[in-house]
Structures are given as C-alpha cells and as structure tokens.
C-alpha cells in the first residue's frame, strides 16, 4: 500500500507540476537530489554478480544455451564490462543469437522475462564511460532497437502482463534516440516526478545513463532561454555540468555538458568573458588552439559539424587574458606599459597564436596571479636559459606570414621576423617542440624590421606601427 500511495502521490505532482513550480535555483538543485537519492525499486531476484560472471564466460567459450537459467543470467550481464573493460554487446554474433534466442522461446511468459533481465541490462550499460568501446556502443544501439520492437511484439501478445511492462508505455522515450529529451524543460523548471516516476516504474538503478542523459537533456533545454535568463542560470547550469551539485558525473559527460553550455554562450549577443565558464573549457575540454582537433570533435554546433563559434569565442579570451598577464605582470611598468596592451588587444582578432619566452625571475615568480598565467599559456611557455636575473621576458606573436617579438622592457623595440627565414631549430620553438633556449639563441632570430615605442613629430608609434601591421593583416584576410 505505501508503494501505491507512493506512486499515485508521484502522478498527481505530474499533473500539477505546472501550477506548483518551485525557484528554479532550488527547485533544480531539489528535483535531481531527489532522483539521484531515491531508493533503486528491484522487480527482479537479484542474482550474484559471480554467478552472472561465470555464465557470461561459459557462454564466450562454448557459443551455447543449455539452459533457460543460463539465457536469463547471461541477459542480465550482457552489457556488464568484464575485465578488460568490455561487454558481451561488443561481441556481435554472441549478442545477436542471444537476442534471436531470448525472442525465440516458446512460453511467453519466458520471453517477458528474458526481456526484462535485457531491459535491465540496458539501464545499467556505462554509456558515458571513457573506456566503452565502438563496437559497445553499437551493441547497445541494437539492445535499444531490439527492446522498442519487442515491446511493440509483446504488447501484442495476450498473456497477464507485469505492471512495469504496462507502465514501459508511458516511457518508450527511454528506448529512443533522444529517451530523456522530454525530461530537460521540466527538470530545468526544477521539476523532476516525471523522472522520478520513469525511474519507480521501471526500477532505473540510481546509477544508470538515464540520469545523465536527464542531465544532457537540462542543459538542452537550458540552450532554448533567452540570452538574459541563460545567463542568470549558468552559474547553477555549470555547478551541475562540472559535478559541483551533488551529482557526480563521469568525466565524457561532463565534457559533452561544458560543450553544449559553450554552444549556447557563444550565440550570446555580448560575448563578454565569463571566468568560470573559460575555466570550465580548459580543464575539461583543453586549449582550443593546440588541442583543436579535440575541440572540434567534442563542441558541436546543430548539425554536428565543429563549433568555430564557441572555439574562437574560448580562443580570444584566452588570447585576450595572456596579452593582458604578459603586460600587467611580466612588462616593466611605465607610461607606455597601458598603451602597448591597448594596442595589442586592438589586433587580438588577427593573432592567429603566440609564446612567452621567459626570463628568469619570471619562470620562478610566486603568487596567484603569476600561477595562472603559467598555467593559461601551458605549451606556449619557453624558458630563457642563463638569462641573468634581470633579463627581461619576450612576447613572440605570429600574424600572417611573421613573428612579432615584444620585450617586457618598453625601451626595447618590436622586431618582425618572417617566419619562412627561421631555420628548422628556430621554428621549432614556435610549434611546442622545445621548452627551453639560450638567450643566444633567441637574440639570434633573423629580425627583418625593429620598430621603436617612441612617438614622432608626425605620427605616434602606434601609428607608425599600424602602417607595418595593417598590410600583414590584410594579406591574412
């Protein structure tokens, strides 16, 4: 009886949930807490995880069912990895005759139980584990098509049926290509019974995908708000996507979460740089410029094509932060210090990369701030070798067809190389092939032009410097 006041309790929060919707900071926080805690709801005897094992690995050797018992255990473990990380569903004739013989038997009341040891198979797969394999992963494409067209069989079959396979009806979202898509506008609401009442119905574990495909689901949802209300929610959003609101989520899905938030704030009107987000980018998704192919694997846009919005939105701040650390920590103060950033803020859009060689104070300098920019420039880092104390440290930015080299100290001019005149050892050092040079080798760059930081009776440097730069720029364009 509790169950059932329990349950009728859950749908009669369903039917009103639109007139009784909680804050959504609260209510999001709340609705998924209460899914995630819920007690896993057994319709099955459980059976020991040995005993599963040594039916799986009796059925790998010898290719056959003896008995109804073996079929049964061997539906329940089919998507259970092994020990080498990987499950029977990767194995396509084995998973193929074990579905052919699960639909096969002759009594339907067998073949309801086998479909319901194959139905928990399917919560339970790992499908957002970074070690899954392709050929898993299609295994459990096929368990989805084959439950939704068994269900579709059985429903048809006259025989007493379970309760949890009447309720499957008002859940074949579950066996689709997008099962929690219906979810995401009401969880971003901070309503969850309409999951919860998935989850009771047909006994989801507390730690199956269908959790984080909700949580996949959210952040879909959260992508249709107007710019002024996605802002408002992403620090929650993000909390969520970063594992930060009492809901653990595996690395893969907390990657494709980042990804789908970095999406919709890059269609933002104003793309004005959000820190937590940036920060958000890096750790899990890494930098845009030297990691690109993984960016462009991972941050997607509608179509399923890289997102070149989203990776040069992440690509300019992170430009836009170094340029500002390089002149604000590492150059020498003085009047032209606040000039030489505004200048090389005005061209960020066309440096296409760019490197610090550090002098030696700076590869040792403590503090915060020194801390992040280190880890900011990450590749882009080369060390000054026998430098002295005092030397200065180098900002080298590549435009077009040269390298720009920048020193710390204002009295030192800019120097343009051409990057076709750099031997291979040299350009080693602007690809990450090296960390670390002599200030010989450095002083040694083919410089073609020095301009000088001083203003004129005609022009100021900026000016001049523009008459040099503009032409460069152009041919990039």
Known sequence: MPGELHRLRSRLQLALAGD??????????TALDQ????????????VGADTIAAAIGAYRKSGRLERFVDLKYVCLGVATPDADGDCLLAAARLRDQLLASAQSLAE???QMKCFQALLRSYWSFPLHGDGVSAAAREGFAVLRAWLARRYSELERVRMTKPEWFTMLSMHQNLLGDHPCERYGPALLAGRGAALQLAIDDLAIPSGSWVLEEAVLALMQAATQLGDAEFRARLPQLLALGLGQAGLTLAAKLSRRAIACLLWRYARCAELIEHLPLFDAALA????????RPAWDAQVTDERGAADDLAREMVGSWLKQRLIRDFFQRLARQGSSQQRRLDYWLRYEPFI??????LGTADQVRAGRGYEDFRRYAGARLIELQDAGAASTSLLALRINEFLLIEAGDADRPL??????????EQARLFAGGEASVSSASFAALPVEVELEHRDGAGATWEQRFDAYLRPIVWRAQ
Not at 20 to 29: F, L, Q, R, V
Not at 35 to 46: N, P
Not at 352 to 357: H, T, V
């Open 284 to 291: 899990l998704l890494g930098d845009p410029n030297l990691q």
């Open 415 to 424: 120097q343009l190389i051409r990057r076709a005149a750099l031997t291979p």
């Open 20 to 29: 009784a919707a909680e804050s959504w900071g609260e209510g999001m926080a």
């Open 35 to 46: 899914v995630r805690r819920h007690h896993d709801a057994a319709t099955m005897r459980a």
């Open 108 to 110: 339907p009341r067998r």
């Open 352 to 357: 296409e990369d760019m490197w610090f060689a």
